[in-house]
């Protein structure tokens, strides 16, 4: 008798874990289905109509999903006259670079200007010994 109560426990116990890894992988298979269809939300949806951009491969895709192409487009052909090369001065022509300011070409076929970077420093440099 006591065998008989140890095996039906035994299946008892086997059929909840048997259960268990079921509901364990039908958990699994869900989160994969999200996964995938937050994806193709991205893919499919995102980037062609909210973002209105694609990777293009180059080193302004961060922030071109980020600002969008136009944005781009006003950065690359914005004119900036700067005064001044200082500790500070480095540092915005080095952001601005890095941005792509004043990089965008001329194009008289669609009516477009060239973006500019003009610096001026009045500072006069010695020479040292």
């Known amino acids: 008798m006591a065998?008989?109560?140890t095996k039906?426990?035994?299946e008892k116990t086997e059929e909840k874990k048997t259960e268990e890894q079921k509901e364990e992988q039908k958990e699994q298979a869900d989160q994969?289905?999200?996964i995938q269809a937050s994806e193709s939300y991205f893919e499919e949806t995102y980037l062609p109509k909210i973002a209105k951009t694609?990777?293009?491969?180059?080193?302004s895709d961060g922030l071109r999903i980020v600002l969008?192409?136009?944005?781009?487009d006003k950065l690359a052909h914005a004119n900036l006259f700067m005064i001044g090369?200082?500790?500070?001065g480095c540092e915005l022509l080095k952001n601005y670079a890095m941005l792509g300011v004043g990089c965008g070409k001329k194009d008289?076929?669609?009516g477009i200007?060239?973006?500019?970077?003009?610096?001026?420093?009045?500072?006069v440099i010695e020479e040292a010994t």
């Not at 200007?113 to 500072?123: F, N, R, Y």
């Open 3 to 5: 065998t008989e109560a």
């Open 8 to 10: 039906i426990t035994a």
């Open 32 to 34: 994969t289905d999200q």
């Open 54 to 59: 694609l990777e293009r491969g180059d080193r």
């Open 68 to 72: 969008g192409q136009d944005m781009i």
């Open 85 to 88: 090369a200082g500790a500070i």
């Open 108 to 110: 008289a076929k669609a």
């Open 113 to 123: 200007k060239g973006g500019t970077i003009v610096l001026t420093d009045p500072d």
